[in-house]
């Protein structure tokens, strides 16, 4: 990332306040004002000199002693990788808190734990300039969603907003975990180290947090494309009733960003039909081979007694299992049509992605939701999603400790993301089909 592109994200994050800040980005230099203190910030020591030398400096400045070259000469000798800055000694990872005792990091933070024997040494602090450049260099315009409603006054440093404290603000003010090592150490290892360290964390401090290598985690709703457009054109009196269950469950999905405790609320939905599903398709079976038909004599009731004796007398409606309770939900309340519109208002690669793709954790059926017919379409969802509700609530090793098709925290997190879009619009269609209108 050069000076122009550095500039540019500058300005993709402080556009909405760049009348209020006085905000001014030359070949050289950036500077803004927040409560009357002008603060700049210098491409390379030249500028800073050439500024001094025109008179642009005010007689009273707070300003960054960094540069931007002497940043960009750090950054050339770091490896960054996803969010994460590792060099020759050092290895800094973007820490997300999961609990309210982490939102007051004070209390950890700025707190070296030294490992005398292996030569390493842990700190938690906020983000180093060097991360929020990474974090920069990954931010898209098409994707970043400007927020006008950022008030300067609620900053965590409010009075110091050096241009590297400013974007630690606008980025939600990012905490990391460094390590750093005398000797030179495989990144595998310094994360099982990190590891190691964050549980210790939460059992000596009640505080619960955990890397994040995914730019959605740390910016949430400030990242487009990731959650369904607001629709306030299409908001009215409700002209159905709701089934308050599945609200429920609904909502629950969305009151967490846990990519499983997104997908388990959402198969709540389906499963919330499971039973009654499996039901009907044995009273049409069972109309079927006795030759029912609304011009016959036997009526629906009487199968009904059939069935409910069945069930009392031979368990029979535990015996199908689950994957057909699915199948069968499904193919009574989605259709393959409205699933896709619904995932492409965001997510139009995600169509092509689940064509394409197993699940990689569950080994879950790809589904050509365009393409297929309507009984291949069902059983490949069916068998995606159910594979994939297996691989969340199971977690049995073998002898070796390892772990086959089963969901791995963390490690699998972005896989399981891809899946959500699928089954929000799932029960989304689920919720509509099967309400009452008012």
Known sequence: MDWKEFTSKINLLLKPYKDETDLKLTNDLISYDVYGEKFFFFKNEEARAKAKENNILPDRIIYDTDVFDELQDRINNSILKGLSVETKNSYEVVLLGLNRSINNMNNITYKSVLDKDNGITYEIKKASFEMIYNILSLLESDTYAWMSWINFKEFPEKFTLTLDNLLRNLLNWPY?????????????????????????????????????????????????????????????????????????????????????????????????????????????????????????????????????????????????????????????????????????????????????????????????????????????LANRIYKTRLSLVHSKADYKGELEEVYIPFKDEEALRKEIPLMRAIAEEIIINTAEEI
């Open 176 to 380: 990391t975990i460094t390590i750093k090592h005398i000797n030179p150490m495989d990144t595998g290892i310094l994360n099982k180290y990190i590891d190691s360290f964050i549980f210790d964390v939460a059992y000596n401090c009640e505080a619960y947090m955990r890397t994040t290598n995914n730019l959605e985690d740390l910016l949430g709703p400030k990242l487009t494309g990731k959650v369904k457009k607001l629709r306030l054109n299409e908001l009215d009196a409700p002209k159905r009733k709701y089934n308050k269950h599945l609200v429920n469950y609904y909502i629950q999905y969305g009151s967490t960003k846990d990519p499983m405790n997104q997908f388990i609320a959402l198969y709540h939905v389906m499963e919330y039909f499971f039973n009654l599903e499996y039901d009907n398709d044995l009273r049409k079976y069972i109309g079927s081979v006795l030759g029912i038909s609304d011009e016959t004599s036997v009526k629906d009731d009487n199968i009904d007694k059939i069935v409910e004796t069945l069930k009392s007398n031979y368990n029979i409606s535990k015996s199908g299992t689950e994957n057909k309770k699915l199948r069968l939900t499904l193919k009574s309340y989605v259709t393959a049509n409205e699933l896709c519109k619904s995932i492409e208002l965001n997510h139009k690669d995600l169509i092509n992605y689940y064509k394409n793709n197993e699940v990689p954790f569950s080994k879950g059926s790809r589904v050509n939701l365009k393409g297929d017919t309507k009984e291949n379409i069902i059983n490949n």
